[in-house]
């Protein structure tokens, strides 16, 4: 693959290379991301359908993102995880997301907001085993860290969920 299109995913189409925060401004690149996810849910008849939909693509995305951060730590940028690598954001962000079925636009919006400030939260402070499990080699370690952070997050927004609106 082209360099340069390694480097446009690997930074989220330039979100990642914004001279502050750059892992927070890579963060956004997912909310198109989810709204896009949101259109596509009125695909599928049942609720179980789109969240296999959803699994299957945090897989894949999981994969394509390992593999463009090996790429682009290896021939891009030739150093462990740089800041510029924001497809891992973008992940975390999505995994934060996953199984919350919001109804309407308004419950989204706050599933959004949720979940960017939880994910963020968790990505910054890297609590236990996320900490160590950004040192694994191959881009997986640039991608591993922020999907833990995800699944935590996504437990906790689930909970926050579940007090908020099905009381």
Known sequence: MKKSFIKNLATCFGLG??????GTFGTLGGIPIYIGMLFLRKVFPNHMLYNSFYFMFLM?????????????????????????????????????????????WFQAFVAMGLAF???RLFDITKPGPIYKSQFLGH?????IDDFLAGIIGNFLLACIWTFIFYK
């Open 17 to 22: 290379d914004m001279p502050k925060a750059p």
């Open 60 to 104: 894949t995305f999981f994969v394509v993102a390992v593999y463009v951060s090996d790429i682009a730590e290896r021939e891009i940028y030739h150093k462990k995880d740089p800041q510029n690598v924001v497809i891992d954001e973008v992940l975390g962000y999505l995994t934060t997301l996953f199984l919350i079925n919001p109804v309407g």
């Open 117 to 119: 400030v939880i994910f």
């Open 139 to 143: 881009g997986v370690g640039v991608v």
